[in-house]
């Protein structure tokens, strides 16, 4: 219904957007309690860019001189959306609107974005999707990336990979429900992504719990290595999972660990 509702509006007729779905609903890692799903709406017309060192973008195209600035991306969606979902959309956050359940089936998260491309030294590229924030902000996702290393983890894994995320969350709802601090979801997806396969191929789930809880407190003890083969990263294989600007830490995350361990009271 957001992409009818994105087709539809007619301040979008000369503006090309991919429409998808991202984050733990696409990559079916999603569990009952946190069943929200994220749409990304990205504006194929406009591309941002980077590079690891000067000129070792490819392109000769300029700088983009068109109408589709990120206020106006973030207006003309409100309005679609609005016309689709009426009293039911939430434009007060900084990134994301965010639709009520009712007409849309389940709740959502709609975040307006524009392509991306990042140049490495080595002259390669790797693609994503930037989100500008209403306050100036940005930050760069890599979805495709993010689906396609959990697809090989997961198969690698003999399946197991996917359960054990939604495991791992369940427990982190169960341990919330009990008064414990609430953990982002990514990041617990990350966490697991990160646990040695051997871990999450075990005979019994308690065991798998056991493995990835054992290694996370383990593995997180003490400072961020300097070596960059030593860090962890996030899913999509394209940023550490843990740096100054992200919302969580190493101590965070090693900390819920020890909590989650003394909640299922292993030994």
Same mark, same amino acid.
């Given at each position: 219904? $957001?992409? #009818? ?13 991919? $429409? ?18 994220? $749409? *990304? ?5 406009? $591309? ?6 000067? !000129? ?27 016309? =689709? ?44 999707? =930037? ?46 429900? *009990? ?28 065991? +798998? +719990? ?16 300097? !070596? ?16 100054? #600007?992200? =919302? ?9 660990? *020890? !909590? ?8």
């Amino acid at each position: 219904m $957001i992409k #009818e509702a994105v087709r539809a509006h007619p301040g979008f007729s000369d503006c090309s957007l991919r $429409i998808y779905a991202k984050g733990s609903y696409a990559n079916n890692t999603n569990v009952r309690a946190d069943s929200d799903v994220d $749409i *990304a709406v990205q504006c194929t017309d406009v $591309i941002y860019w980077q590079e690891a060192v000067p !000129d070792t973008r490819t392109s000769s195209a300029g700088p983009y001189t068109g109408r589709w600035t990120p206020a106006l991306l973030r207006s003309e969606l409100k309005t679609a959306l609005e016309a =689709k979902f009426p009293g039911q959309v939430d434009s007060s956050g900084s990134t994301a609107f965010r639709i009520d359940s009712g007409s849309a089936r389940v709740e959502a998260d709609v975040v307006p974005c524009f392509d991306y491309r990042y140049y490495m030294s080595s002259g390669r590229y790797r693609d994503g999707a =930037k989100v500008i924030k209403t306050d100036g902000r940005s930050l760069v996702n890599y979805p495709e990336q993010q689906l396609s290393n959990g697809k090989t983890k997961n198969t690698s894994t003999n399946l197991r990979y996917k359960k054990a995320v939604r495991v791992v969350k369940r427990l982190e709802n169960a341990m919330v429900t *009990a008064g414990g601090i609430e953990v982002p979801s990514f990041l617990m997806e990350c966490l697991v992504y990160n646990t040695p396969n051997a871990y999450l191929t075990r005979g019994t789930w308690t065991d +798998v +719990v056991r493995g990835i809880l054992g290694h996370v407190y383990n593995e997180l003890d003490g400072p961020e290595p300097t !070596d960059e083969g030593d860090r962890w990263y996030e899913v999509n294989g394209c940023k550490f999972l843990f740096h100054d #600007e992200q =919302k969580w830490t190493r101590g965070g995350a090693r900390q819920f660990a *020890a !909590d989650a361990w003394s909640y299922l009271g292993l030994s």
